[in-house]
């Protein structure tokens, strides 16, 4: 039985930059994180631009848990990337402008 078909989720912003990684010394081939739009958006919208989550889930058109969902999944991505020297790619998700 197929699972409930995905909704496209709003984003109001468009990265100039889309994937990030460490400067110097280290692995040849860091491994790579995948950071979908919808987290970024996720994390842009609650931590930049300092907005509560509901209202972050409304702008975004989805539910207050799937919100609080894609923030977790966003920051532990970036925690990974960060702590261990890893390229973070911003791309993919079900999303539209």
């Known amino acids: 039985m197929p699972g409930r078909r995905r909704r496209c989720r ?7 930059f889309t994937w990030f990684g460490p400067a110097t010394a280290g692995p040849a081939y860091p491994e790579e994180v995948l950071l979908s739009f919808d ?7 609650k931590d930049l ?21 894609l923030v977790v999944s966003a920051r532990r991505k970036i925690a990974d990337a960060l702590t261990h020297g890893k390229i973070l790619k911003i791309e993919g998700g079900h999303y539209r402008f």
């Not at 709003?10 to 100039?16: A, E, T, V």
């Open 49 to 69: 631009e300092g907005l509560d989550q509901s209202a972050c889930a409304g702008m975004m058109d989805i539910s207050q848990p799937t919100f609080h969902r």
């Open 39 to 45: 987290e970024f958006e996720a994390v842009r919208l």
């Open 10 to 16: 709003r984003k109001g912003f468009q990265p100039s």
